[in-house]
């Protein structure tokens, strides 16, 4: 399995941002899509996941939506009144087994994308 997002760059405050990634591979060993990010010196954190249901981080909701079009095996995040505090590298990542109760553990996850970053100021 190959992950590949794209989509971010450097915004303006107030602004959005559509993230994709797009999956290759086993549909079976993707099961379980999630959003992660990693802002500069934090630690990495679940974002949102999506397999039958949907999962966001608590102190996220409202402003992140993630949707996937099986179809085209990509996964998207829509990110909207960016915050300078949402500037970090956001991975893709997936797993075989549901997302429920454990989506947000990083080390519970096989595949993982390179990264996109965003920006905001």
């Known amino acids: 399995v190959q992950l590949v997002e794209s989509g971010g760059g450097s915004v303006q405050t107030g602004g959005s941002l559509k993230l994709s990634c797009v999956a290759s591979?086993?549909?079976?060993?993707?099961?379980?899509m999630t959003w992660f990010r990693r802002a500069p010196g934090k630690e990495r954190e679940g974002v949102a996941a999506?397999?039958?249901?949907?999962y966001y981080a608590d102190d996220l909701k409202g402003r992140f939506s993630i949707s996937r079009d099986n179809a085209k095996s990509t996964m998207y995040l829509q990110i909207n009144d960016l915050k300078p505090e949402d500037t970090a590298m956001y991975y893709c990542?997936?797993?075989?087994?549901?997302?429920?109760?454990?989506?947000?553990?990083?080390?519970?996850?096989?595949?993982w994308g390179q990264g996109t970053q965003v920006t905001v100021s």
């Open positions: 999506q397999d039958w249901a949907t």
């Open positions: 990542a997936a797993r075989a087994a549901s997302c429920a109760l454990t989506w947000a553990r990083a080390d519970l996850y096989k595949y």
């Open positions: 591979g086993s549909a079976a060993s993707t099961a379980c």
